[in-house]
């Protein structure tokens, strides 16, 4: 007897990842599974033809990715393309080739058992890291493997052509099956797992495609042709909407699309000064760290680039970047941003932020509190000679500022600056032009917000790392879904840090700009201004709806809402105030959806 299936509506919460909504059909894809490998023995007459087998299916699989890397920089642009530079470089990688041939010899079995057995082994490195851009890479060994097992067994990878718009739904959706698909008929992506810098998020935001991934078992309980509602403002996926969801949902997005075709043209729009509705101006610059993400600082309005995370560099290659490749970079940079500039960020690398095998860094039980960021750079003084020299010459070119991780007391900045200092000396005497470079402290961890006011007298400026900071202040690791509901960025201790950082800097006559998570959500984004801040730094697509808020709020009444958040006792109290205080007061702009949702109390 077959059992019916569910099919009330239900509701799946996960990470934005591509701005917009869309609802439709589910349309499944199986992407993310392994072949079923056997292991077959060969006779030793057999193994160098077995070699020659592997090596042709790897010529075979380098073609199939140029004409998809030629696809995709047609239909995405060609700074969507390098994606697949990644896969292409892994297929003619020696080392692996060699150990893929060496396995084959040595153990006298077929290329499929050899390239499972070489591949299983990187895939358990990548497993162990825990910096999200890094382990999501092991997305791109699961989709070189899977594209060099097909090739082996002789199948066709031709890609899908939708017949009628359709959701996409997979478990974990390669980029290159994202990429063969027809992107006319894809209206959203939604997967069980996934990250801001996996590589599918990346071509859901250049397609301009919604995509909400980390949904968990979301998969397991859609069906192909389903109905199904993707909200990437929420970060919500609702399974067989009612028909008054679907209503609600329609007319949400009839009103944002008449509220868009009422303002001005974008580009102006967005590019005018800022200010709230009693006239405190606010600046809004641009988080960046993959090349695809350059053209929106402008697009979007942003004033400068308040973060570069230059771990980029070296992540996107696999290895550390020469001095004129991050000088070429930075210079890159700077140039984009213009008059207002742009901070970069000094690798934030070691224990968790890099595989054990890089740079001579050692495994550590507890990475996030290990040798990472200013105390990795200061470890390795090569790494941070040759990004200060690469700063110090593009310097020459743009205004850039650095910024220093993970500052714990005012000792990290006196020695990182001296180094700095040193080779701005070295330049000098080589006879190489430098320029002005302002050094500033992100302030991430209690020490450094405990002793702000001593920090605020040795740095240019701060910049307040709030993913971070939340993390380290609430002792929660922001990865762990076991603590998940422990991970409150509106926790009082949160925003008195917040608050005593941001009264240090004004003290101090210095900047200071928020640039982490916090800052790209409207109501929090208010609570900070309420709190002092007056310059937000967030992902480009994030700045346009930021600004409107901003726009019609007036800050003598935010930071009435922030005072009354300082006194709470909880975090649950401080969520409910903002509740009040914003939805209350500006209900047009604070609807319950991007409010704190109250907390079921059992």
Known sequence: MTRRRDRRERRWQGVAVSDGAASGRVLRIHSGGRHSIYRVSLDAAEVEREVRRYRAAVRLARRQLLALKKRAARTLGEEHAYIFDAHILMLEDRKLNEDVEAVIRAEG????WAVKVVTDRLLAVYDEIKDDYLRERSS??????????VALSGESMTGRRL????????????????????????????????????????????????????????????????????????????????????????????????????????????????????GIAVTLRANVELPVEYEWVNRYGAHGIGLFRSEFLLTH????????????????????????GVTVRLFDLGGDKMPASRLDAGEEQNPALGLRAIRFCLQ??????????????????????????????????????AVFEEERVRLSGEGIETGPVRVGAMIEVPSA???AEKLAREVDFFSLGTNDLVQYTLA?????????????????????????????ARAASIPSVVCGEMAASPAYAAVLLGLGARELSMAPT??????????????????????ECLECATADDVEESVRAGLGGRWPHLFPPEILPPPKSRG
């Open 109 to 112: 079995v077929g290329s499929e």
């Open 140 to 149: 791109d060994v699961e989709d070189v493997t899977r594209r060099l097992l």
């Open 163 to 278: 017949t009628e718009d359709a959701i996409v739904v997979a478990e974990a959706l390669m980029p290159s099956t994202l990429a063969e698909l027809d992107f006319t008929h894809i209206r959203a992506v939604a997967t069980d797992v996934g990250g801001w810098t996996s590589h599918t998020a990346i071509i859901a935001r250049g397609l301009g495609i919604p995509a909400v991934v980390g949904l968990r078992d979301f998969y397991r309980a859609a069906r192909t042709g389903d109905t199904v509602v993707i909200d990437s403002g929420s970060g919500e996926v609702i399974l067989h909407p009612t028909p008054e969801t679907v209503e609600r949902f329609s007319a949400e997005r009839r009103a944002a699309r008449e509220s868009t075709a009422a303002r001005p043209a974008v580009d102006e729009d967005l590019r005018a000064p800022l200010a709230t509705r009693d």
């Open 317 to 340: 290659r696999g290895s550390m970047p020469g001095e004129d490749e991050q000088c070429a970079a930075y210079e890159e940079l700077a140039r984009i941003a213009g008059d207002e």
């Open 380 to 417: 390795h003084p090569e790494v941070l000679r040759v990004q200060s020299r690469a700063v110090l010459r593009a310097a020459a070119r743009g205004r850039i500022d650095l910024v220093l991780p993970m500052v714990s007391d005012v000792t990290d900045v006196r020695r990182t600056r």
């Open 449 to 451: 917000v405990l002793v």
């Open 476 to 504: 929660v690791d922001r990865g762990n879904d076991d603590v998940a509901g422990w991970f409150r960025s509106l926790h009082p201790a949160v925003l008195l840090s917040i608050r005593r950082t941001l009264d240090a």
């Open 542 to 563: 994030a700045i346009p709806r930021v600004r409107r808020t901003i726009e019609g709020v007036e800050m003598s009444e935010l930071a009435g809402i922030a005072t």
